[in-house]
């Protein structure tokens, strides 16, 4: 069975970093791209990051450029969020996901992790 | 605020056909394939609904879904009390570039 476990969340204080990873198991890591989806407290989905599965692509939701970055490290099967600059609005739930891709070529979320918890709060 | 619309909450009794709707538009729903996440209280959200009308294995035949122009469709038939959760859609926009999610529907069974 596909199994992705996010570690890394905690409380910090606004403009702070943190460093989330995922680790995952039951399937050729290096074969999929991977993503970051966050879930604000009582919120709903926001797609966070993705990255290819060597790594080359990255990519960030809007709010998120310049501040997050996600690499991979495809030899110990984990992800990772560099999450810098954290706002009061970063709050929220990170999950993290497999990417599989429809038909047309267009990416879908087929597998999540339990997530993991990072508040922003002075 | 989402450029994929769900109604907040949709209700029904056991046994019933519950049917939730995810509108669009032409860069997105209208064009795409669309998805959905249902995430039961307390747990992550679980695929339950790929390519818009394709069932994960595992996920009962009671799911259903359908898409007619720029709107999407999940239907459950058989509404039992363990459905109870929030059903979220998502497609990718093309002029977004990115995937986009609806703003989910809580279900309740009365």
């Known amino acids: 069975e596909v199994q992705l476990v996010e570690s890394g969340g905690g409380q910090v204080k606004p403009g702070g970093s943190l460093r989330l990873s995922c680790v995952v198991s039951d399937f050729t890591f290096s074969n999929y791209s991977m993503a970051w989806v966050r879930q604000a407290p009582g919120k709903g989905l926001e797609w966070v990051s993705s990255?290819?599965?060597?790594?080359?692509?990255?990519f960030y939701g809007s709010s998120m450029k310049g501040r997050f970055s996600t690499s991979r490290d495809n030899a110990r099967n984990s992800m990772f969020l560099q999450m810098n600059g954290l706002r009061a609005e970063d709050a929220a739930v990170y999950y993290c996901t497999r990417w599989s891709y429809d038909i047309r070529g267009y990416p879908y979320f087929d597998n999540w992790g339990q997530g993991t918890l990072v508040t922003v709060s002075s | 605020q989402s450029v994929v619309t769900q109604p907040p909450s949709a209700s029904g009794t056991p046994g019933q056909r519950l049917t939730i709707t995810c509108s669009g538009g032409?860069?997105?729903?209208?064009?795409?394939?669309v998805h959905w996440y249902q995430q039961l209280p307390g747990t992550a959200p679980k695929l339950l609904m790929y390519?818009?009308?394709h069932r994960p294995s595992g996920v009962p035949d009671r799911f259903s879904g359908s898409k007619s122009g720029t709107s999407a469709s999940l239907a459950i038939s058989g509404l039992r009390s363990e459905d109870e959760g929030d059903y979220y859609c998502?497609?990718?926009?093309?002029?977004?570039?990115?995937?986009?999610f609806g703003g989910g529907t809580k279900v309740t069974v009365l």
């Open positions: 998502a497609t990718w926009d093309d002029g977004l570039s990115r995937p986009v």
């Open positions: 032409r860069l997105n729903v209208g064009v795409n394939f």
């Open positions: 390519m818009t009308d």
């Open positions: 990255i290819s599965d060597t790594g080359s692509f990255r």
